[in-house]
């Protein structure tokens, strides 16, 4: 059976109890069947689930990638106090995403009439199934990651080279992944997992040296009554069909606004991550941005706080051709899907998330890379492998990633440059066959006073430079040290 051909609307389930099991088998949480020992349903129900798993893994190269929307840029700003809380982001350069929530138990799908996973799409299940409120919400009480470690998490991140974590604390479906005293509809209040996971990541960031922030979606929320969005396309209009009753300032005052007081005195995060402005008034996003600054005035806020404000640009899905003056984002899946996506094991090779990385910070952004836990609480393996490959490289390379800017030289044929003052980072992808390394430095980096010295960053050994004009020339090794990306270091003395 291909999910992809299942249908999109729920029906009444039967065969699937969606209640809080009294089973400690990790596979009957996951089903959410009531079993005190591995019965016969159970084992069915089991065996049906990995079938599944199988046949969503045999087409996991073709899972489409979602649509990007379009870019979120800032207003020109020569705010002093924006750089002055920037500073430390500007230098960080690279951070995990991680998207989790209700949507992460059952893999993005939910259990249909006749026993079958419903293909939900992504973790806006909720919406494309058309599933009432009351009955998504009964998945709450099954939610019970027990796997869940914070630090795990947090050294998951820290070994890949990130420097900052940025986490769903309410995503559309309304559901908060916090302890928030204005709304029971919460992770503490409403499933037997009763943890806040958001407190927990905050103080294992801070033990382990990591900053830290906090998603929020803000002009979707399918739990509250008074969200409307452009043209009703991203609306509950199952539970609340009446767009024109909607009256965003009502949940603005009675949900946003608290909730954002809560997550900044309850976790004082370092970037509050907006996501989908949707209808909301100018008027209301600097009020929003004001009342953040005077919160916790050196929280940096992405553009998603909606009509130009905020601190950085946010570019979801692709790297910018020529990147912006401005500061800007990246965010990107490391496969797929941004939550736990049953099956979806196409994950980005080591060597692509590398020379993203290295395009992003050649062009001044930063690059936010995301990972979607299971409901049990955990990482998946291809992402923890992928991520390990990642942070051997930034280990030995890092200096070449942290604390660098946006490179004059642009988008040479064999990789691309990253610059720190008078160091300039060749990032070698393809081998050049003559073993030279010609740049092509803009005149005003260059004089007669100039002169260049070169070594591999992994070891430190020299390399001769010739300069023909006004081209530094490197002379390479026969062979390229990392196939990945070798790392040349170009220094300009004068």
């Known amino acids: 059976m291909n999910p992809q051909f299942l249908p999109m609307t729920l029906k009444k389930h039967s065969t699937f109890n969606i209640q809080r099991s009294t089973s400690k088998g990790p596979w009957c949480l996951f089903l959410g069947v009531e079993c005190s020992a591995l019965n016969v349903e159970c084992f069915r129900r089991i065996l049906f689930l990995l079938a599944i798993a199988l046949s969503l893994n045999l087409r996991a190269a073709d899972l489409p990638l979602p649509a990007p929307p379009e870019d979120t840029p800032i207003k020109v700003t020569n705010d002093p106090a924006a750089a002055k809380r920037l500073a430390w982001w500007s230098d960080a350069r690279f951070g995990m995403f991680i998207h989790w929530g209700l949507y992460s138990q059952w893999g993005c799908h939910y259990p249909g009439t006749n026993g079958d996973l419903l293909n939900g799409g992504s973790e806006h299940m909720m919406l494309h199934l058309k599933i009432p409120l009351a009955e998504y919400a009964k998945i709450a009480d099954i939610f019970n990651p027990t796997n869940f ?9 820290k070994n890949a080279g990130m420097k900052y974590i940025v986490i769903t604390s309410k995503h559309h479906d309304g559901f908060a992944m916090y302890d928030s005293a204005s709304s029971d509809y919460n992770i503490v209040k409403r499933t037997p997992w009763h943890r806040d996971p958001i407190k927990e990541l905050a103080e294992a960031c801070r033990k382990q040296g990591l900053k830290f922030g906090v998603y929020y979606s803000l002009g979707r929320d399918w739990e509250d009554p008074d969200v409307p969005t452009r043209d009703g396309y991203r609306s509950n209009t199952l539970d609340y069909p009446d767009e024109n009753k909607k009256q965003f300032s009502k949940y603005f005052a009675r949900k946003v606004k608290p909730q954002i007081r809560e997550l900044l005195t309850q976790y004082h995060p370092a970037v509050l991550w907006f996501d989908t402005p949707e209808k909301i008034s100018a ?3 600097q009020e929003l941005a004001d009342y953040i600054h005077q919160l916790e005035p050196d929280c940096i806020i992405n553009s998603r706080v ?27 899946t490391l496969n797929g899907h941004w939550g736990y996506f049953l099956g979806d094991e196409k994950w980005k090779s ?4 590398i020379h993203n990385l290295v395009d992003i910070i050649s062009k001044g952004g930063n690059y936010l890379l995301n990972v979607g836990p299971t409901g049990q609480g955990i990482i998946p393996p291809g992402a923890v492998n992928d991520l390990k490959q990642v942070g051997a490289w930034m280990k030995v390379n890092g200096e070449s990633i942290y604390g660098t800017t946006a490179s004059p030289v642009k988008e040479p044929a064999w990789g691309r440059t990253t610059r720190k003052g008078d160091k300039f980072y060749l990032h070698v992808f393809k081998w050049p066959k003559d073993n030279k390394l010609m740049l092509t430095v803009p005149p005003v980096e260059t004089g007669r006073e100039t002169a260049w010295s070169a070594h591999l960053l992994a070891d430190g050994k020299s390399l001769p430079v010739q300069v023909v004009g006004d081209a530094p020339t490197i002379t390479l090794p026969s062979a390229p040290p990392d196939p990945i990306d070798t790392v040349v270091v170009l220094t300009r003395s004068r």
Do not use: N, R
């Open 350 to 353: 080591p060597e692509t998330v």
């Open 306 to 332: 909606g009509h130009g404000l905020g601190d950085y640009g946010v570019s979801e899905q692709k790297i910018p051709g020529s990147g912006d003056s401005k500061p800007w984002e990246t965010c990107m």
């Open 283 to 285: 008027a209301e996003s």
């Open 149 to 157: 470690s914070a630090d795990e998490w947090v050294a998951i991140a």
